[in-house]
């Protein structure tokens, strides 16, 4: 069936470096992407979104780029800080998905001071 | 506003019972829907709702169900507990549908001996 997964389970960054976190889709016919991020505890929280029309959009500290070519998607943190310790989300729909969302794995992502 | 609010948080329940997850929203949002998250996986969707009156199946329906009476909750209905359901229990809402900011409860850990 369709699915979107993760590159890396876990990830290890410095306060201050920039992050990367990976995802692969496999729906060609997804065109809403969403990355969430998750706290321990808690439930999963919205950070950005990009719709298929676009290959790159900027938030606060956040930047998500997509390549429809090869059905990739990427969650860029600049100067990363410990508060940004969480699980982070992928999570798509569109075509026959429409009216659901399907989530990848998750990446674990420890930001150490 | 208290945004989505889930009880309780925490459930044991015997092989066999039943019980209801409570799940309710204040932002009169139309779109309503449940996940369950397992280790080393991402949300699964259960059932989701478009508005009052209106649900649907997600991925892994069987053993749930829901009905959306009014647009504030959506209860999610374990008809006959089983060890496959011991998961964590999440539900979100958005104003329209799944391209609107999906806001998620803290969630509700289902433990079923």
């Known amino acids: 069936g369709e699915s979107v997964g993760l590159h890396l389970p876990t990830l290890s960054v410095q306060e201050g470096d920039n992050s990367i976190i990976n995802c692969a889709y496999s729906?060609?016919?997804?065109?809403?992407f969403i990355w969430y991020k998750q706290e321990s505890g808690k439930g999963p929280q919205f950070i950005i979104d990009i719709r298929s029309n676009m290959d790159k959009r900027q938030g606060q500290r956040v930047t998500v780029l997509l390549n429809k070519t090869v059905k990739h998607l990427s969650l860029q943190i600049a100067a990363t800080q410990p508060g940004d310790s969480a699980v982070y989300f992928c999570?798509?729909?569109?075509?026959?998905?429409?009216?659901?969302?399907?989530f990848g794995q998750g990446t674990i992502l420890t930001v150490h001071p | 506003n208290a945004g989505v609010t889930q009880t309780p948080k925490f459930q044991v329940l015997k092989t066999g019972q039943s019980m209801t997850l409570q799940c309710a929203q204040d932002?009169?949002?139309?779109?309503m829907s449940w996940y369950r998250q397992d280790p080393g996986m991402g949300l699964r969707l259960i059932h989701y709702s478009v508005g009052a009156g209106i649900t649907d199946q997600g991925e892994v329906p069987n053993g749930y169900n829901v009905s959306r009476s009014t647009t504030e909750d959506f209860p999610l209905r374990l008809l006959s507990a089983a060890p496959s359901q011991t998961s964590v229990y999440f539900c979100?809402?958005?104003?329209?549908?799944?391209?609107?900011?999906?806001?998620f409860g803290p969630g509700t850990r289902l433990t079923v001996l």
């Open positions: 932002m009169n949002h139309e779109y």
């Open positions: 729906n060609s016919a997804s065109d809403y």
């Open positions: 999570a798509e729909t569109g075509g026959t998905s429409y009216g659901k969302l399907t």
């Open positions: 979100a809402s958005s104003y329209r549908g799944l391209r609107d900011t999906q806001y």
